[in-house]
């Protein structure tokens, strides 16, 4: 059985910083291309950033601005999303996505999520 765990929001203060985590089980972890993305209230789900089954590591334009950085331990099944200087804009429900081409199509997996809340 697959499952996928984000881990490591919370209620944090502006300027704070946070690491998230995801980890996966059930799945040869190192064949996956690990996202995450976030939704805040009221809008859409965002990709934030991906790394590869080969390691690269992709933070996409609205996230550009130095303060998220992406990493994966396939040692340990693991992703995590480090997010500095946090502002109340980056509440959200980060969710973690598992994905690999398979013969049929794309295979993915979508974890619960975990919400981080920034007060002002």
């Known amino acids: 059985q697959v499952q996928v765990v984000e881990s490591g929001g919370g209620l944090v203060q502006t300027g704070e910083a946070l690491q998230l985590s995801c980890t996966i089980s059930g799945v040869t972890f190192s064949n996956y291309a690990i996202s995450w993305y976030r939704q805040g209230p009221g809008n859409e789900r965002d990709l934030v950033a991906t790394?590869?089954?080969?390691?690269?590591?992709?933070i996409y334009a609205d996230f550009e601005e130095g303060r998220f950085t992406i990493s994966r331990d396939n040692a340990k099944n693991t992703v995590y999303l480090q997010i500095n200087s946090l502002k109340p804009t980056d509440t959200a429900v980060y969710y973690c996505?598992?994905?690999?081409?398979?013969?049929?199509?794309?295979?993915?997996?979508w974890g619960q999520g975990t919400q981080v809340t920034v007060s002002p």
């Open positions: 996505k598992a994905e690999r081409r398979g013969f049929l199509g794309n295979v993915i997996y």
């Open positions: 790394a590869d089954n080969r390691g690269e590591t992709t």
